[in-house]
């Protein structure tokens, strides 16, 4: 498995859920990760991205100040911690490796784990 997502479940609007997505050392250590989100009827979204050394970071104006991306390296994982969760915060999640064009673009995904914020 190349990148494997996990962490998604039901949870109250206002409270906090971390995503992790291992992801294959070999083959993405030295690249950039994201994470995308895709709500029902809508175009998938880019949430947060950060670069293969950690210093390159973005977020989606719907997210700063509320997500945090971070990754470690050590354990080839790379998290999202969602705080002050709103319920259109509701989509699958998606984590995503090695861009294309920055941060809008990746090469590699992995599959989805669905987050459902209860109003």
């Known amino acids: 498995v190349q990148l494997q997502a996990s962490g998604g479940g039901l949870v109250q609007a206002g409270g906090s859920l971390r995503l992790s997505c291992a992801y294959n050392?070999?083959?993405?250590?030295?690249?950039?990760l994201a994470w995308f989100r895709q709500a029902p009827g809508k175009d998938r979204e880019v949430v947060a991205a950060?670069?293969?050394?950690?210093?390159?970071?973005y977020y989606g104006d719907s997210v700063k100040g509320r997500f945090t991306i971070s990754r470690d390296s050590a354990n080839a994982t790379v998290y999202l911690q969602m705080n002050r969760l709103k319920p259109e915060d509701t989509a699958v999640y998606y984590c995503a490796a090695d861009s294309l064009r920055w941060p809008q673009e990746f090469r590699a995904w992995g599959k989805g784990t669905l987050v459902t914020v209860s109003s």
């Open positions: 050392r070999r083959s993405f250590s030295n690249f950039a």
């Open positions: 950060i670069g293969y050394s950690g210093k390159n970071i």
